[in-house]
């Protein structure tokens, strides 16, 4: 038994060290990749951060803004308007943000591929600027139609930097650190929805004086990211592959990766440029209907619907309802609300130095069976919480788990999947879906959520269990793992599943040799 037990001690501790050795690693790396760091801060905050900031600080001013609403229209008129008039008013000012971000992905695509996405991030900084003028100056102009065009501008540009931060990011990153860059997406666009509820607060700038600012404040990251981003350079993979300046591929590797021999990075890149160099960049419809890139779209709409259904928006909906029961007093219930939000936040960023030890297959389809049970236990006490007493107690803590294995499994691994299975020549029109689905999926789940919640009560969240079961068996039974993959790697894995086993020498070469042009529908 002596015997045993050292020895188990013995494995535990190797265990142990081996962990410390990989985490030595990793902090290493990030020494070494300084300068990659810097870029992934300069595109976060200008990336997916005013895209989380603008989902959750609209709800803050709400009151504010209805009531500036009817003072506009009285000094104009004369006339209170009708209480449901104010309403459809400001429901209007809500969702345009969407119909501006769904705009905004269809020419997103386009333009990257023709002005390049450094040049277009550029530019969206530029609307989003234009769009904080706007809400500054609303209520001096007494014009709520400014808040209408603002929101519609900030929509538009969260359209597009959306879908150029995830491709930017994922192509500035060596092969070992793409899924801590991939995760930072979800990392910035939770620090962004984190921020809004910060600043949404009644003591900061949520009060009735200060409203415009706290629409406005959005300006600030878009105005840093436009003085900073210049000095950084385009992706390596778009020097070689696109432009062919080997040379400045290599300058651009130097100063995001330091110094060191990074050639089997580049030897990769030049792979891909091969495969790339016999085939055109096809169109949207063109992806939809090519053969080899099936299974890769299935698995896109597999983990892009399953993010928009998998019950995050249901649980912070409920989540007020929750707290309230709970007893908490109403003044403390947006601080409990923020710790939410913080939860969120700090799982996500432990998402970003788990993905690359456990891989991205293992995130998804375990964060999915987590999320269900949770969400198996939240139906029942929520169907409980008023035979007992204590019921309440235990739904705060479900919620929090919830958000936590949402933040560390599907949250930053889905980004992560969906920039890899793509090459180069049709990632463009693959994020033109992605940021199709993400904004219909945003306007339909606004206008039928509310209907299943008062038609289902907590039964509602057995629709969100049904689909997070069924993607998890999905993902673990089809989905290749991307980890420490070459792109032209996991395009041979696709097409084990495209082609069958007898066609897995198929590639991109597949297609003839044409003319590259823009993506559009």
């Keep these: 038994m002596w015997a045993f037990g050292s020895l188990a001690g013995s494995s535990s501790e190797q265990q142990a060290l081996a962990h410390s050795?990989?985490?030595?690693?990793?902090?290493?790396?990030?020494?070494?990749?300084?300068?990659?760091?810097?870029m992934i801060l300069v595109l976060g905050i200008g990336g997916s951060f005013p895209y989380g900031f603008h989902i959750s600080v609209i709800n803050y001013p709400s009151v504010h803004i209805r009531k500036f609403i009817n003072e506009t229209w009285i000094d104009r008129h004369g006339s209170a308007l009708h209480p449901?008039?104010?309403?459809?008013?400001?429901?209007?000012?809500?969702?345009?943000?969407?119909?501006g971000g769904f705009l905004g992905s269809l020419c997103c695509g386009y333009l990257t591929t023709k002005y390049r996405k450094k040049k277009c991030q550029m530019f969206t900084n530029l609307i989003m600027l234009v769009a904080a003028l706007f809400m500054a100056l609303s209520r001096?102009?007494?014009?709520?139609?400014?808040?209408?065009?603002?929101?519609?501008?900030?929509?538009?540009?969260?359209?597009?930097?959306?879908?150029?931060?995830?491709?930017?990011?994922?192509?500035?990153?060596p092969k070992k650190l793409r899924g801590f860059t991939n995760a930072t997406v979800a990392v910035f666009l939770t620090l962004g929805k984190l921020t809004g509820q910060l600043v949404g607060l009644r003591e900061i700038l949520g009060s009735e004086a200060l409203w415009p600012w706290l629409l406005a404040s959005s300006g600030l990251s878009?105005?840093?990211?436009?003085?900073?981003?210049?000095?950084?350079?385009?992706?390596?993979?778009?020097?070689?592959?696109?432009?062919?300046?080997?040379?400045?591929?290599?300058?651009?590797?130097?100063?995001?990766?330091?110094e060191g021999d990074h050639q089997a990075e580049i030897d990769d890149i030049m792979k891909e440029k091969g495969a790339v160099a016999s085939t055109k960049t096809l169109r949207v419809l063109e992806v939809l209907n090519e053969r080899s890139l099936r299974w890769q779209l299935y698995m896109l709409l597999t983990v892009m619907t399953t993010l928009q259904l998998c019950g995050i928006n249901a649980i912070y909906f409920y989540s007020f309802e929750v707290f309230h029961t709970a007893k908490f007093e109403e003044h403390l219930i947006p601080y409990v609300s923020l710790g939410v939000g913080l939860c969120e936040c700090l799982s996500s960023i432990l998402c970003s130095t788990l993905i690359d030890r456990f891989g991205r297959k293992v995130l998804l389809w375990g964060g999915y069976l987590l999320m269900s049970s949770v969400l198996?236990?939240?139906t029942t006490t929520l169907s409980l919480q008023h035979r007992f007493f204590w019921m309440h107690y235990f739904s705060v803590i479900l919620i929090f788990l919830f958000v936590v294995f949402f933040g560390i499994g599907p949250s930053g691994a889905t980004i992560s999947v969906?920039?890899?299975?793509?090459?180069?020549?049709?990632?463009?029109?693959?994020?033109?879906?992605?940021?199709?689905?993400?904004?219909?999926g945003l306007f339909v789940l606004g206008m039928i959520f509310p209907v299943i919640v008062d038609n289902l009560g907590p039964l509602c969240f057995l629709i969100f269990l049904g689909i997070l079961v069924l993607s998890a068996i999905f993902i673990y039974l089809y989905l290749p793992e991307t980890k420490g993959k070459s792109i032209m790697e996991i395009k041979a894995e696709?097409?084990?599943?495209?082609?069958?086993k007898k066609e897995t020498s198929v590639t991109e070469n597949n297609l003839p040799k044409e003319q590259l042009y823009c993506t559009k529908l």
């Design 21 to 38: 050795k990989d985490m030595a690693a990793f902090l290493s790396s990030l020494v070494q990749f300084r300068g990659l760091l810097q």
């Design 494 to 500: 696709f097409n084990k599943l495209n082609f069958g």
């Design 376 to 378: 198996a236990l939240l």
């Design 418 to 440: 969906m920039v890899e299975i793509f090459s180069q020549s049709y990632r463009p029109s693959a994020f033109l879906i992605v940021g199709c689905i993400n904004w219909m």
């Design 222 to 258: 878009a105005l840093l990211q436009l003085v900073t981003l210049p000095f950084f350079p385009d992706s390596p993979s778009y020097l070689l592959i696109q432009k062919g300046n080997e040379e400045a591929c290599r300058k651009a590797i130097r100063k995001l990766w330091g």
């Design 84 to 99: 449901d008039t104010v309403m459809l008013l400001w429901s209007f000012i809500v969702s345009v943000y969407g119909i």
């Design 140 to 173: 001096t102009a007494k014009s709520f139609e400014m808040i209408l065009v603002g929101r519609f501008l900030y929509g538009i540009g969260a359209g597009f930097s959306l879908n150029i931060h995830p491709q930017y990011v994922g192509e500035i990153s």
